[in-house]
């Protein structure tokens, strides 16, 4: 189980913090070779170096061109590409009537734009070969929350995007799955709070949910590196909940 990714190349955006540099490191640690991507330079080659990781690749992936290019230069330099995570999102904290026409497009342009041109440029490179793809889902995908509309809307595109993305390459060896989180202890999760994020702060968040208590980012990295392992060869389309029960009310 330790050496699943020996010799497998994958690809983490948003692997600088929180849910993503969890996987990144634990894919790493299984074997594989790990390129970071993320538009927070400075946050990217710290992790990639702590890690011990390749130098993290930095850009906005809702700029279809830095995607392909991205995929365009992990191939010519190792020759191949067999795992893609989209861990790379954004949140904002309004309701609709006050998210601007700049911020909509925003969380649109990150966790929808990005998650497709990332996913269109690996399933090409991965065409002929097989590949798994990772998408980050969320709990808020399905069920509807107050005070996050864009959120709520990204993520239920990014849900049927794997749906979509599966079906169409399921006879090409190609694998798309989803991880959908709930409340974990990321950075996201204490962003753009109207006041300072707080231990009872987070403890009334954790009290809504099963378990009574946040997720930590390393239990959900877990089910990403199934995802993208072959231990789950027979599961393509799939929207795997990883919120201590939080969906099954």
Known sequence: MLNDFTGRVAIVTGGASGMGAATSGLLAERGATVIVVDQNRDLAAKVSESLQLLPPIVGDVSNSAFCDATVAEVTATHGRLDVLVNAAGIIVRSRAATTSDDEWRRVMGVNVDGTFFMCRAAVRAMAGTGGAIVNFGSIWGDLGAAGVAAYCASKGAVHNLTRALAIEHASGGIRVNAVCPGEVD?????????????????????????????????????????????RSSYMTGALVSVDAGYGAH
């Open 186 to 230: 990321t950075p996201m999760l204490r962003s753009e709070r109207t006041g300072p994020v707080t231990d009872a702060m987070l403890a009334d968040i954790a009290a809504t949910v099963p378990m009574g208590r946040l997720a930590r980012p390393a239990e959900v990295a877990e089910v990403v590196a199934f995802l993208a392992s072959d």
